[in-house]
């Protein structure tokens, strides 16, 4: 994870958030700029529950029953 204040002369996006998660099959990366820190580390928290939420949706997916056989 990244905390960084950006040397800008606007403010609206000085405030700078990133992180590199590590997951089984996948990289996930999100970062975030605002005004606010902690409304960056909100915004950035959102994306990252997005990505995760996708690539848990994604490795259940691959896992699907064996149909029934009826005899």
Known sequence: ???????????????????????????MYAES???DLYAALDELVDKLDRQVGRHKTRMQDHHHEAPKRLM
Do not use: F, S, T, Y
Request: include cysteine.
């Open 1 to 27: 994870m990244l905390l960084c204040v950006e040397k800008q002369k606007e403010k609206e996006r000085r405030q700078r958030a990133e992180c590199m998660i590590h997951v089984k099959g996948n990289d």
């Open 33 to 35: 700029a605002h005004h």
